[in-house]
């Protein structure tokens, strides 16, 4: 293993005791400037740029430079400048990450993770399924192409990620896809939704508590933050972390540190988190509703998903993806239909996006299963399919209110969205309960 620190000045010294330390007979090479041709000298496992390099202006350009040449070196970008954006641009060049060191022994220590992370052998890439695409992404549009590089961008890196997007566009997809393929594929990856916590809970949730740390805490419990240690936190619906949660967050993504509600030790943790945002963040950090510092923390990488009615032209894809997944489920054979008969599918708007659709077939599917009839004579049944997906979903959601007495957590919890989500879909059908009180209320 060959690991080759760029630097010219003091911090290069520390950087290279370090990784002679940390990983015993590999061979440490120096280098004063950051030539890619020095990529070509030998076998190469990583490169480290030291604060001689990094901390100078155009180290972006350098990273680029580097990545172009070996774009399957990991490079690690060691500064002693706190920087948000020097962070970002370097990742966005092609870093696999951005590290702040300090003098003396802080240095030494966050230079041996950065060089350990960067260092250790790769993952052997996953195959994905045959009917699947990359990364579980089914489609040939230029929007879903782009997020497929973005994908792979990401899951080089272990940089945070924020993934925006409508409900229902594959943002627990794409998480999952950057945790599969990128180097932590051994570690766990823990999903959790912010909006379908209480918040009396929210704290205990995400750092866990001690024994005896109030009424009820009965042993010691985690909390997602340390489950997901090594791993992959997958933080869906984000934007309804209330406000002081989101400063107890902050304060764990600059430490990587937790203290578990009613400990006294704090412990050190290893995440990425991966946020996915509904709503636009962005609009609510001017707003005041979001936390800017923490917004900028979560955004290292961004992934915007298109909504499935700018991409129409994956529809037919997505179709056959869904009924070849019915088959092998059902041991059904149905076939996919022509394209005429698929232009209902292909001219409604689809407000749930790609969740709507896979939900939409499965109906269909299930009906033709049941009545004899193939998929195709289903859908020239059902001419008006927009309207009567929607007068479906009303009736479902009423449906399943009243099967609860009108308790919105069972009915979410029966219908698998959040609560949330239930309120903003009664909300787009206008169902109040019947003592007639608003929808809208606070997570």
Known sequence: MRILIVDDGPGGDLLAVAAARACPGA?????????????????????????????RPGVAEVVRALAARRPEVPIVVASEQDRAAAAVAAVKAGA??????RDGAGAVGAALAAILGAAAPPAP?????????????????????????????????????????ETGTGKELVARAIHGLGRRTGGPFVPLNCAAIPEPLAESEFFGHARGAFTGALQERPGALRLADRGTLFLDEVEDLPLALQAKLLRVVQD???????????????????????????????????RRDLYY???VLAIALPPLR??????PALVAHFIGRYNRRHGTTFAVPPPPVLRPLLEHTWPGNVRELENTLESLLT??????????????????????????????????LEEHRWNR???????????????????RHGIRDPLGAPVRETA
């Open 27 to 55: 061979a440490v090479c120096r280098a004063s400037t950051a030539d890619p041709a020095r990529l070509e000298d030998g076998p190469v496992r990583v490169v480290v740029l030291g604060p001689g390099v990094a901390d």
């Open 96 to 101: 696999a990450d951005y590290v702040v060191v």
């Open 125 to 165: 890439p996953r195959a994905a399924p045959p009917d699947d695409g990359c990364c579980g992404l089914v489609g040939t549009s230029r929007a879903i192409e782009e997020v497929r590089a973005l994908v792979r961008t990401a899951a080089r890196t272990d940089a945070h990620v924020l993934i925006e997007g």
């Open 256 to 290: 990587r540190e937790v203290r578990p509600l009613g400990g006294t030790a704090a412990r050190r943790v290893d995440v990425r988190i991966v946020a996915a945002a509904n709503r636009d963040l962005g609009r609510m950090v001017e707003a005041g509703e979001f």
């Open 297 to 299: 923390r979560l955004r």
């Open 310 to 315: 700018q991409r129409r032209e994956d529809v």
């Open 367 to 400: 009906l033709a299963s049941a009545s004899g009839l193939d998929l195709a004579r289903v859908l020239r049944e059902r001419p008006t399919l927009g309207a009567s997906l929607w007068a479906d979903e009303r009736t479902r959601i009423l449906r399943v």
């Open 409 to 427: 957590q069972r009915a979410a919890a029966a219908l698998g969205i959040s609560r949330v989500t239930l309120w903003r879909r009664m909300e």
